[in-house]
Nanobody, 115 residues
């Protein structure tokens, strides 16, 4: 059974920073893509950033230059460094791991950006 546990969310002022972590456990195929998604109230879940096993990453345009995704395979952990946060970044952030037709999700962590 694969488990993903997010941490690091919270309340931050506009312009501030947060670092999200996703600790994973269980049998995960070595070649996979891990990603951060977010869902704001009344909106669909969207991909924020993802990163392949060997490190290549992709970002949604709205976070390019502000967010950085990384992973430490030795520690079974993925990170999302979020800088210059804006109120529109407010959402529940979920981590995901997928390979082929297999996909697992974490339970989510709330990020609120507000004065």
């Amino acid at each position: 059974q694969v488990q993903l546990v997010e941490s690091g969310g919270g309340l931050v002022q506009p312009g501030g920073s947060l670092r999200l972590s996703c600790q994973y456990s269980g049998s995960i195929f070595s070649i996979n893509t891990m990603g951060w998604y977010r869902q704001a109230p009344g909106k669909q879940r969207e991909l924020v950033a993802d990163i392949f096993s060997f490190g290549s990453a992709n970002y949604v345009d709205s976070v390019k230059g502000r967010f950085t995704i990384s992973r430490d395979n030795a520690k079974n952990t993925m990170y999302l460094e979020m800088n210059s946060l804006k109120p529109e970044d407010t959402a529940v952030y979920y981590c995901n791991v997928r390979w082929g037709a297999i996909s697992y999700w974490g339970q989510g962590t709330q990020v609120t950006v507000s004065p």
